[in-house]
C-alpha cells in the first residue's frame, strides 16, 4: 500500500453543526486503494461552542452547548479505481445554560440534560478518474436520516433531511521537487430535501457548497503525516437571523432547520500509522468566521484498521 493511499484514509470528519450536517467531512476522498482493500474506522470527536452568531462579530447569545460524537465508518474497493463508503455516526448533545429560552419556540432538548441520537448515515461512492501523481476522483453520495433526534433549539443536532452530494476531489504530491508535499482540495455541491414541516418551510431552498483544502506533508519514511487543513460551507438560501423580520411565522419557529448558514474553519491533522494495519489520528478544527451558526471548536481522535 502506498503512502498517500495509507495517508489518506483517516477519517478528518469535521463539523459545525456537523451536528447539523458538517460532515463537514473533509476525509480526503481522492485516494481510492487497491482493489479488494476493506478498512475499518472508529472516530471520535468534542465540539464546544459559546453561542449563536448572526456573523463572527455579532453573537446572538451565550448559549453554550458540548458535543460528543462517534462515528462508524469502512471503505472498501470491489474493483480498481471504485471506492465505496459508509459513515454512521452516534451523538450526545448538552445545552449548558437551560435557563435562557430559545424563542420563538423553545427547544425540545434545551433541558441541561445529555441527549442522545443516531444522525445520518452517508453512503457515498467515488471512482478515481485519473490515478497517477495527480489524483483526481470524483464521488457521489447519499445521507440518510436515522435517528429522530431534535431539529429545534440549542441542542438540535442537524436538519433531519435527505440530501444527495456530487463533487470531486483533486490530490498532487509535489514530485519530483518535493515528493513528501502533499495538496488535496474538494468541492461538494448538495441537492436537499425540504424541510415541509409547513408550505412555507418547504419554501426555503436547503442546497449548499462545500469547500475542503489540505496541506501536508510525509515524515518517518511515510509513517507520519502533519497537515493544516481548512473547511468552508454555504447555505444557498435559508433564514438570516441580521432580517429575520421578513420570514413568515412559520419559518421563524422551524429556522434551526432552515438557516441560511455558513462557516469557515482552519486546523491541522495528525496521523500515525502504528503497523502495517492500523492508524491514529488527532484532528483539530477551529471557528473563524461564520454566519448564522455556532462558534464551535472541534477536537477529535481516530483510529483505522485495514482488514483486507
Given at each position: 500500500?502506498?503512502?498517500v493511499?495509507?495517508?489518506?484514509?483517516?477519517?478528518?470528519?469535521?463539523?459545525a453543526?456537523?451536528?447539523?450536517?458538517?460532515?463537514?467531512?473533509?476525509?480526503?476522498q481522492a485516494?481510492?486503494?487497491?482493489?479488494?482493500?476493506?478498512?475499518?474506522?472508529?472516530?471520535?470527536?468534542?465540539?464546544?461552542?459559546?453561542?449563536?452568531?448572526?456573523?463572527?462579530?455579532?453573537?446572538?447569545?451565550?448559549?453554550?452547548?458540548?458535543?460528543?460524537?462517534?462515528?462508524?465508518?469502512?471503505?472498501?474497493?470491489?474493483?480498481?479505481?471504485?471506492?465505496?463508503d459508509?459513515?454512521?455516526p452516534?451523538?450526545?448533545?448538552?445545552?449548558?445554560?437551560?435557563?435562557?429560552?430559545?424563542?420563538?419556540?423553545?427547544?425540545?432538548?434545551?433541558?441541561?440534560?445529555?441527549?442522545?441520537?443516531?444522525?445520518?448515515?452517508?453512503?457515498?461512492?467515488?471512482?478515481?478518474?485519473?490515478?497517477?501523481?495527480?489524483?483526481?476522483?470524483?464521488?457521489?453520495?447519499?445521507?440518510?436520516?436515522?435517528?429522530?433526534?431534535?431539529?429545534?433549539?440549542?441542542?438540535?443536532?442537524?436538519?433531519?433531511?435527505?440530501?444527495?452530494?456530487?463533487?470531486?476531489?483533486?490530490?498532487?504530491?509535489?514530485?519530483?521537487?518535493?515528493?513528501?508535499?502533499?495538496?488535496?482540495?474538494?468541492?461538494?455541491?448538495?441537492?436537499?430535501?425540504?424541510?415541509?414541516?409547513?408550505?412555507?418551510?418547504?419554501?426555503?431552498?436547503?442546497?449548499?457548497?462545500?469547500?475542503?483544502?489540505?496541506?501536508?506533508?510525509?515524515?518517518?519514511?511515510?509513517?507520519?503525516?502533519?497537515?493544516?487543513?481548512?473547511?468552508?460551507?454555504?447555505?444557498?438560501?435559508?433564514?438570516?437571523?441580521?432580517?429575520?423580520?421578513?420570514?413568515?411565522?412559520?419559518?421563524?419557529?422551524?429556522?434551526?432547520?432552515?438557516?441560511?448558514?455558513?462557516?469557515?474553519?482552519?486546523?491541522?491533522?495528525?496521523?500515525?500509522?502504528?503497523?502495517?494495519?492500523?492508524?491514529?489520528?488527532?484532528?483539530?478544527?477551529?471557528?473563524?468566521?461564520g454566519?448564522?451558526?455556532?462558534d464551535?471548536?472541534?477536537?477529535?481522535?481516530?483510529?483505522?484498521?485495514?482488514?483486507?
Open positions: 500500500m502506498s503512502i493511499s495509507w495517508s489518506m484514509k483517516r477519517g478528518l470528519w469535521v463539523a453543526l456537523w451536528l447539523c450536517g458538517f460532515a463537514a467531512n473533509a476525509h480526503a485516494v481510492v486503494d487497491d482493489k479488494g482493500s476493506l478498512t475499518l474506522g472508529l472516530d471520535y470527536q468534542y465540539g464546544s461552542a459559546t453561542g449563536v452568531v448572526i456573523s463572527s462579530s455579532e453573537p446572538i447569545s451565550k448559549a453554550p452547548t458540548t458535543n460528543h460524537s462517534v462515528m462508524l465508518r469502512a471503505d472498501y474497493t470491489p474493483i480498481e479505481r471504485l471506492g465505496l459508509i459513515a454512521v452516534f451523538m450526545a448533545i448538552t445545552y449548558n445554560t437551560p435557563g435562557f429560552t430559545h424563542t420563538p419556540v423553545a427547544g425540545e432538548w434545551d433541558d441541561g440534560a445529555r441527549h442522545y441520537s443516531f444522525q445520518d448515515a452517508e453512503l457515498g461512492a467515488r471512482y478515481a478518474v485519473v490515478d497517477n501523481v495527480l489524483k483526481i476522483t470524483p464521488r457521489i453520495a447519499l445521507t440518510v436520516p436515522l435517528g429522530g433526534y431534535a431539529t429545534n433549539g440549542f441542542a438540535a443536532i442537524g436538519r433531519h433531511l435527505f440530501q444527495g452530494h456530487i463533487g470531486a476531489s483533486v490530490q498532487r504530491t509535489l514530485d519530483p521537487i518535493l515528493p513528501n508535499l502533499f495538496i488535496e482540495a474538494s468541492y461538494t455541491f448538495t441537492i436537499s430535501q425540504k424541510y415541509d414541516a409547513t408550505p412555507d418551510t418547504a419554501e426555503i431552498n436547503q442546497n449548499r457548497s462545500d469547500l475542503a483544502g489540505m496541506i501536508g506533508y510525509y515524515f518517518l519514511d511515510g509513517r507520519l503525516i502533519l497537515d493544516a487543513a481548512a473547511n468552508y460551507r454555504a447555505h444557498i438560501d435559508g433564514v438570516d437571523f441580521s432580517n429575520f423580520g421578513a420570514f413568515t411565522k412559520d419559518q421563524q419557529d422551524y429556522h434551526d432547520a432552515l438557516l441560511k448558514e455558513s462557516f469557515f474553519y482552519l486546523g491541522g491533522d495528525v496521523t500515525y500509522r502504528v503497523t502495517d494495519d492500523m492508524y491514529i489520528g488527532v484532528i483539530a478544527r477551529f471557528f473563524m468566521s454566519r448564522n451558526t455556532r464551535q471548536n472541534i477536537y477529535g481522535l481516530s483510529i483505522g484498521y485495514d482488514l483486507l
